[in-house]
């Protein structure tokens, strides 16, 4: 018989601003089903488990690594020596380094594609056992600080989760998860999108790419990423002339066929639809 739900808020009783909450998690027998108002990012530091989410059922030991979104319902059964670091966020905390990250194939399976398939129960990410020895030492730093709650752990914090998040999908293995092919080949089309989305991209060569039909494409992208795949690479190809309309004097026709786009009056179109102003509105306010 099933504990009864828990749902966990991410609180932090010293900096109510600050959302994010690290701890290593040594489970001898079994966790209760629970939910959280946050996002979980779960490294399995040692032992086996049932990783139970909703009605299905998967196997884990130790090196593998995925992300729960929050409010999914999930918990372990048949605990062995299972050892679980546990770090809540929310999305938002990653944007600040996305534009750095999203070009990577580990960053789109474990943090965007992964999360989405949670029905699933999919783990996205297998490290070998060198590689967990290597990134504990950054998991204890992080606790230390989180519990120390010295002056500016916040930004001290930020920082090393920033660090953490990089270092992980450094040592991402698409086939070295047990994640399904179509969900390491849409990875590896968005991160050939996020690398080339200034050069022409049609919807037949992304949907080659990953192995299915457009119409395929168009549903699975869909549910991941919640709009269509030309739609994404345009928001691409809009925040790249957003950086060059706040960062440079480039006459605004310029930087429409830097950006991509062979018609000015489009790109001006597309911008205001995404942006919700007009290029010239836009730089005028950012450099006010």
Same mark, same amino acid.
């Not at 050892?83 to 960053?107: D, F």
């Not at 914090?157 to 399904?180: C, K, N, Q, S, W």
């Given at each position: 018989?099933?504990?009864?739900?828990?749902?966990?808020?991410?609180?932090?009783?010293?900096?109510?601003?600050?959302?994010?909450?690290?701890?290593k998690t040594r489970v001898a027998k079994e966790f209760h089903d629970h939910t959280h108002s946050y996002s979980e990012l779960v490294i399995t530091l040692g032992g086996t488990a049932a990783h139970r989410i909703?009605?299905?059922?998967?196997?884990?030991?130790?090196?593998?690594?995925?992300?729960?979104?929050?409010?999914?319902?999930?918990?372990?059964?048949?605990?062995?020596?299972?050892?679980?670091?546990?770090?809540?966020?929310? @999305?938002?905390?990653?944007?600040? %380094?996305?534009? +750095?990250?999203?070009?990577?194939? $580990? !960053?789109? &399976? =474990?943090?965007?594609?992964?999360?989405?398939?949670?029905?699933?129960?999919?783990?996205?990410?297998?490290?070998?056992?060198?590689?967990?020895?290597?990134?504990? @030492?950054?998991?204890?730093?992080? %606790?230390?600080? +989180?519990?120390?709650?010295?002056? $500016? !752990?916040? &930004? =001290?914090?930020?920082?090393?989760?920033?660090?953490?998040?990089?270092?992980?999908?450094?040592?991402?293995?698409?086939?070295?998860?047990?994640?399904?092919?179509?969900?390491?080949?849409?990875?590896?089309?968005?991160?050939?999108?996020?690398?080339?989305?200034?050069?022409?991209?049609?919807?037949?060569?992304?949907?080659?790419?990953?192995?299915?039909?457009?119409?395929?494409?168009?549903?699975?992208?869909?549910?991941?990423?919640?709009?269509?795949?030309?739609?994404?690479?345009?928001?691409?190809?809009?925040?790249?002339?957003?950086?060059?309309?706040?960062?440079?004097?480039?006459?605004?026709?310029?930087?429409?066929f830097a950006s991509g786009f062979s018609d000015s009056n489009y790109f001006t179109r597309q911008f205001k639809r995404i942006i919700g102003q007009t290029p010239s509105a836009y730089r005028t306010f950012v450099?006010?």
């Amino acid at each position: 018989m099933r504990n009864k739900l828990i749902s966990y808020p991410l609180k932090d009783g010293h900096h109510p601003h600050f959302h994010f909450t690290i701890g290593k998690t040594r489970v001898a027998k079994e966790f209760h089903d629970h939910t959280h108002s946050y996002s979980e990012l779960v490294i399995t530091l040692g032992g086996t488990a049932a990783h139970r989410i909703n009605d299905n059922v998967h196997m884990i030991k130790a090196g593998d690594v995925f992300v729960m979104q929050g409010t999914v319902s999930h918990g372990f059964t048949d605990c062995r020596d299972l050892v679980l670091c546990n770090i809540g966020y929310y @999305p938002a905390m990653l944007a600040p %380094i996305e534009h +750095y990250v999203r070009r990577s194939p $580990g !960053y789109q &399976a =474990v943090f965007l594609i992964g999360p989405a398939q949670h029905e699933h129960a999919i783990c996205t990410m297998k490290l070998p056992l060198p590689d967990i020895r290597e990134l504990e @030492p950054m998991i204890d730093r992080m %606790i230390a600080e +989180y519990l120390a709650k010295k002056i $500016g !752990y916040e &930004a =001290v914090l930020t920082g090393m989760f920033h660090g953490f998040v990089v270092e992980l999908i450094r040592r991402y293995t698409p086939h070295a998860t047990d994640a399904p092919e179509s969900i390491l080949k849409l990875a590896a089309m968005i991160s050939h999108m996020e690398a080339h989305f200034l050069e022409p991209l049609r919807l037949h060569e992304l949907a080659r790419m990953a192995g299915l039909s457009e119409r395929q494409l168009l549903r699975v992208f869909r549910a991941n990423y919640h709009t269509t795949p030309i739609d994404y690479m345009l928001r691409l190809r809009i925040m790249h002339a957003s950086r060059l309309l706040r960062d440079t004097d480039t006459p605004i026709a310029d930087i429409a066929f830097a950006s991509g786009f062979s018609d000015s009056n489009y790109f001006t179109r597309q911008f205001k639809r995404i942006i919700g102003q007009t290029p010239s509105a836009y730089r005028t306010f950012v450099i006010r």
